[in-house]
């Protein structure tokens, strides 16, 4: 189809509804000229008289008639739905499908959403937990959290905030199996890999003073959830390497040591990645912007 139909045919419908050229020029801020070509127009593309005219007045036919009907419900639907958008963008609303890890949404994103629905009573969300890296085009999703370090991509990221990954144990753990005072101590050591990071069999640590060690680890355990290897290490089966939010009040209250505190891990971040689009629904921008705010009150280190 034509799309300068659809606008003609608008044009067509101010005619209608003004009752002469000179009161649908005057309310489009066209000419005259204009507006009686367009309907000319029209009426050649259409192979149909639209307008009886005279020098005085003009009527309708039967079949401009009918036109003016069906062109009226079509500037209705868009009058209706561009009012919508309109009143979103005041007070944004719809739903929001969200995919993030198991981790990410117990320790953090869960309560997050929470208050954010609070203040957005008329948006609501659908959190597809899982560790697997998703495809939000094939999976439908708006909006993905991930954490770590972002590969190449064709979708778009907002960085959320950054965090520490933390080597940690029981004290259950050190007591079986001994202090660990160097990186090379848990070489041999049961140790719970996450399968999601590429080098889970290898720990690459940097310490104070520059000096950089890569030691290969004992994998007795594997998973590819975060929250599984943070209850590996809970029982004392393994020690691992965890994201700080996820075991900040363990190693606040004891139940876990943080290991080798003067050797660090690369820091990883959270980020927001959503499908590239040229305008960003309302619904999703508030929420990106209240994940990053609320995050600089939830990880202020």
Known sequence: MDLKILYRIGIFQRVVEAGSFTG???????SKSVVSQHVTDLERQLQVRLLNRSTRSISVT???DELCQAGS?????VSTAVSRLETQQESPSGLIRITASQNLAVHYLTGSIARFHAAHPKISVELDVQDAITDLIEGG???AFRVGWLKNTELHAVKICDFAMVPCASPAYLARVGAVRSPYDLAHRPWVALT???DFDRLTLDHDDSEQL???LNATFRTNSGLTAKQFVLEGAAAGLLPNYAVRDELKHGTLVHLLPDWHHRPGTISATYVHRRRMPPRLRVLIDHIKADARR???D
Do not use: K, S
């Open 24 to 30: 649908a020029a005057e309310a489009l801020g066209l």
């Open 62 to 64: 039967q079949e401009g």
């Open 73 to 77: 419900a079509m500037l209705d639907t």
């Open 141 to 143: 999703y708006d909006l």
């Open 196 to 198: 999601i990071f590429p």
């Open 214 to 216: 890569t030691v290969r």
């Open 298 to 300: 939830h990880f202020p």
